[in-house]
């Protein structure tokens, strides 16, 4: 089906056509968020997934009929390549074979494609198997925009031990996928910080301790002169050392020049 104002190319999606999803979370509630955001990926048939790639195969029916674009039709790709910004450009060129008919399927950019075609308020977009680099092919693919509107929740296909095995390994990668992003978030040391944090230490330590040269001339709240005569910084033992200056002073005055008659 072609609509030949824009020459977008359309293939319909009756009501009641089974559609497959795979995903490994545990939600609360399955057939209602396995459902919920902006846009889901979906799968032809449950085959259409390697060794269990995408996780617990889910079956779905469709509630309505759709119309989605033909993601890898050539008129289609180039009307939306003139719609696009940079990004979207980009993105048609490198992951959807614009230029060279090669899909190479990449998370983010795959998102950012199935929300470019969202946006513009189309019910998804479909692909039929397509060429990778290497001789290889990535198999049919189809997006629903607000899937919530469009589906509803049949049953599990994978059977619930083997699914069990797959939510706690989709768990553990999930683990080692958060590690790595904190990894790299976590702020990078560098040799000059590393230096200065040394100088401090340095300095800490030597403040700390006592001074060496206090054990061998006494209160290193004071120094010696080279008369022999002690000179106090503490304020406590000036004060004392005034009051003896005075004692002696008025006892040399007195001896010096008698008692007064």
């Known amino acids: ?8 190319k359309f293939t319909p999606v009756s009501i009641n056509t089974s559609l497959f999803r795979g995903d490994s979370n545990n939600y609360n509630n399955l057939e209602q968020d396995i459902l919920e955001g ?3 990926y979906f799968l032809n048939q449950p085959d259409d997934a390697v060794d269990e790639q995408y996780g617990v195969m889910h079956e779905f029916n469709t509630t309505k009929n759709l119309l989605l674009i033909r993601l890898d039709d050539k008129d289609t790709q180039k009307y939306l390549y003139d719609l696009a910004d ?3 450009q980009n993105i048609l060129k490198k992951n959807f074979g ?3 008919n090669l899909r190479d399927t990449d998370r983010e950019p795959d998102a950012k494609m199935a929300g470019f075609i969202c946006d513009l308020g189309y019910d998804g977009y479909l692909t039929d198997t397509m060429k990778t680099d290497g001789d290889g092919s990535f198999h049919r693919e189809i997006v629903l925009c607000n899937p919530i509107e469009k589906v509803e929740y049949v049953k599990q296909i994978t059977d619930d031990a ?3 095995t797959l939510k706690q390994e989709w768990k553990l990668k999930q683990m080692e996928l958060q590690d790595k992003e904190n990894r790299k978030k976590k702020p990078q040391r560098n040799r000059f910080q ?10 800490e330590t030597t403040e700390s301790k006592p001074n060496f040269f206090s054990n061998l001339f006494g209160n290193d709240d004071g120094y010696e002169t080279s008369g022999g005569k002690k000179h106090n910084k503490s304020k406590k033992n000036k004060k004392k050392r005034s009051k003896k200056w005075v004692r002696y ?10 008692k007064k008659h």
């Open 1 to 8: 089906m072609i609509d030949f104002n824009t020459q977008i």
């Open 38 to 40: 902006k846009f889901k």
């Open 86 to 88: 940079e990004t979207i």
């Open 98 to 100: 614009y230029e060279n």
């Open 162 to 164: 083997r699914a069990e």
């Open 194 to 203: 590393d230096d200065e944090d040394d100088n401090d230490e340095n300095k």
């Open 249 to 258: 002073n008025k006892r040399n005055t007195k001896r010096k020049y008698g």
